[in-house]
């Protein structure tokens, strides 16, 4: 089984990043998990380049989450909403609709950021989008706040009960992964 993570945060060095990270640790055994590097590539939207030949960061995104079992998405919160890079990712993801690469796909949302509330706007818009895209949406959010004092030097999340929940959302992803692969 292969998780894909996708951090909507360009910073080498983010909280989501690193929230990806503590994550693929809760995988079970045989599980991989793979850390998008790409998002950065991935120009503005136009829907006059969407045709059989997109750009070629488009089509390797595409063909990236198509071939992932599952889908782990970290955002921050950019003026109470997604990161617009991140949604333009989407966009040209969910594209050709309605037979995208995540339709159907189960997804799990998390966040994290230096305020108190954790990215939570952002969690909501980006099930929103993803739920409208076609994706099997995870019914959880974890919202990680103040995330420059969240993390511990072991790769853990210093609070034991929001590892708790990121150990159990990363459990329901890959039931959900699980579940789909056998429908």
């Known amino acids: 089984m292969k998780i894909l993570g996708i951090s909507g945060s360009l910073r080498e060095a983010s909280h989501n990043r690193r929230l990806l990270q503590v994550a693929a640790t809760e995988l079970p055994e045989g599980a991989t998990f793979e850390l998008y590097a790409g998002l950065g590539d991935i120009p503005p939207y136009l829907e006059e380049e969407e045709g059989e030949t997109p750009p070629e960061s ?3 995104l595409r063909a990236t989450v198509g071939a992932a079992d599952a889908v782990l998405l970290a955002t921050p919160e950019y003026n109470g909403s997604i990161p617009g890079q991140l949604k333009n990712a989407l966009d040209w993801a969910s594209r050709p609709f309605p037979d995208n690469s995540l339709r159907g796909k189960p997804v799990a949302v998390i966040g994290a950021s230096t305020g108190l509330f954790g990215a939570v706007w952002a969690q909501a818009e980006l099930r929103k989008v993803l739920t409208t895209i076609g994706a099997k949406v995870v019914d959880a959010e974890l919202p ?13 999340l210093a609070d034991p009960d929001l590892h708790k929940a ?8 890959v039931e959900a992964a699980i579940a789909s692969a056998g429908a």
Do not use: N, P, S, Y
């Not at 990680?144 to 853990?156: I, L, P, S, Y």
């Not at 990121?166 to 992803?173: E, F, K, S």
């Open 58 to 60: 488009v089509a390797a």
């Open 144 to 156: 990680v706040g103040q995330a420059h004092d969240a993390f511990t030097e072991d790769d853990r």
């Open 166 to 173: 990121l150990a159990q959302i990363v459990a329901q992803l």
